[in-house]
C-alpha cells in the first residue's frame, strides 16, 4: 500500500478535492483499492461521503490516540466500491492534546504502526491533512511514503511551499522515507498573473510540478453541495477532464 499526504499550510485550495477525486477515480477507472483518511477536525471529506457523525469516536481521534486500537474497527465503506474511509470530527481535537501531553510512549508513529495492519488490503492510502502541523499531521507525514502539495498561483501559496518543503525535509529525521511526489496546480484561470507565477514555478521550483494543471471549474463547489466525486457529477467539466489526466500522470510517475 503506498500511502500519500495531502498538504498546504494554506486552506481552500484543492487538498480534499484531490484526496476526494484521486481516491474516486482510482477506483473506478483504475480497478485500485483506496483507503482515504480524513484528517482534519472539520471532516469534510467524511461529510463528502455520508459518513460524518459528530459523537462518533472510532475515527483519526482513536487512530491517534489509543495505540492498542484494531484499524479495521475504524474503517467504514463508503457508496463507493474499494473506496474506504476512516472519519474524523472535532474528537481529533482532544486526541490531539492527549498525545502531545504523553511522554512515556512514542507520539510520532501512531499513524504508521496501525496503518501496517491493513497494508496488505489497500492499494493507496491518502490522507487528507489539515491546514497545519500539528500532532495528527505529524503523524501523518511519518506514515507516508508521499507528500502531494496542491497549490494555487498567488504570492502567499508561493510563499508557504519553502515552509512546506522544510517540513517534509525535518520529517526525514522521524520518516527517512518520505519525499515530496510534486505540486499540483489547482483552480487554475489563465491570465499574465498565473502564466508569470506558473513560470517561476515551475523553473525555480526544485520540486517536481505536475504537467497536468486542475482548471477551475464552478462545477467543484457544486459537486460538493451534492456530495459527488466530480466524474460522476460532470464528467466533461474541465476539472473532471483534468483529475481523470493527474490520477493517469501520478500512475506512471509512480511505475517509473
Request: proline fraction near 2%.
Amino acid at each position: 500500500m503506498k500511502t500519500t499526504s495531502l498538504l498546504n499550510l494554506k486552506g481552500g485550495i484543492g487538498k480534499s478535492q484531490t484526496a476526494i477525486n484521486t481516491s474516486y477515480n482510482l477506483t473506478t477507472l483504475h480497478n485500485k483499492k483506496v483507503l482515504l483518511i480524513d484528517n482534519d477536525i472539520q471532516g469534510n471529506t467524511s461529510k463528502f461521503f455520508k459518513r460524518y457523525n459528530p459523537i462518533d469516536t472510532k475515527g483519526t481521534a482513536e487512530l491517534l490516540r489509543n495505540k492498542a486500537v484494531y484499524v479495521k474497527d475504524l474503517i467504514k465503506h463508503t457508496e463507493y466500491e474499494n473506496l474506504d474511509i476512516i472519519t474524523a470530527n472535532m474528537h481529533l481535537e482532544s486526541a490531539m492534546m492527549e498525545v502531545t501531553f504523553d511522554k512515556e510512549s512514542s507520539q510520532h508513529d501512531r499513524f504508521r504502526e496501525k496503518l501496517e495492519q491493513v497494508s496488505d488490503l489497500y492499494d493507496y492510502c491518502f490522507i487528507d491533512n489539515a491546514p497545519s502541523i500539528g500532532m495528527q499531521v505529524i503523524n501523518a507525514l511519518c506514515a507516508s511514503d508521499e507528500v502531494i502539495i496542491p497549490i494555487q498561483l498567488d504570492n502567499w501559496s508561493l510563499d508557504g511551499l519553502e515552509i512546506l518543503t522544510k517540513t517534509v525535509e525535518q520529517i526525514k529525521i522521524l520518516n527517512n522515507d518520505i519525499k515530496i511526489a510534486g505540486c499540483l496546480i489547482t483552480a487554475y484561470q489563465k491570465n499574465e498573473m498565473t502564466e508569470a507565477a506558473e513560470e517561476w514555478l515551475r523553473t525555480q521550483c526544485n520540486q517536481y510540478i505536475f504537467n497536468q494543471r486542475i482548471r477551475f471549474s464552478k462545477k467543484v463547489s457544486t459537486s460538493t453541495y451534492y456530495n459527488q466525486p466530480l466524474d460522476l457529477f460532470s464528467k466533461r467539466c474541465a476539472a473532471a477532464v483534468d483529475y481523470r489526466r493527474f490520477v493517469k500522470e501520478y500512475l506512471e510517475r509512480g511505475e517509473v
